[in-house]
């Protein structure tokens, strides 16, 4: 079992800048595929970015690509995804999902393990 904890969202003006942190308990933290997810009113959750468990390789959705950093601190058992130059349409519930001893995806349905969300508003 792996539980998953978001913090580190808020409001912020277009143009700020949040790090959202997602911290990991309950299996080897080294051994998780992270993937960070939104999900706007309305809409279906998105993948956004992610890191296998095997090497520093990191991946994100075109939308956020030069914008959005996602990095991992094995010691602290913690996932960041570091958020510049937002966008009003960055506004979402954004949560962290793992995968155990499997590579990254961009499929949400593929992640067991999922945090609670945290809120992230971009104003204009």
């Known amino acids: 079992q792996v539980q998953l904890v978001e913090s580190g969202g808020g409001l912020v003006q277009a143009g700020g800048s949040l790090r959202l942190s997602c911290a990991a308990s309950g299996r080897t933290f080294s051994s998780i595929s992270m993937g960070w997810f939104r999900q706007a009113p309305g809409k279906e959750r998105e993948f956004v970015a992610a890191?296998?468990?095997?090497?520093?390789?990191?991946y994100y959705a075109d939308s956020v690509k030069g914008r959005f950093t996602i990095s991992r601190d094995n010691a602290k058992n913690t996932v960041y995804l570091q958020m510049n130059s937002l966008k009003p349409e960055d506004t979402a519930i954004y949560y962290c999902?793992?995968?155990?001893?499997?590579?990254?995806?961009?499929?949400?349905?593929?992640?067991?393990?999922w945090g609670q969300g945290t809120q992230v508003t971009v104003s204009s």
């Open positions: 890191l296998p468990w095997y090497n520093d390789n990191t």
């Open positions: 999902a793992g995968r155990i001893l499997a590579d990254y995806t961009t499929s949400a349905p593929a992640y067991g393990y």
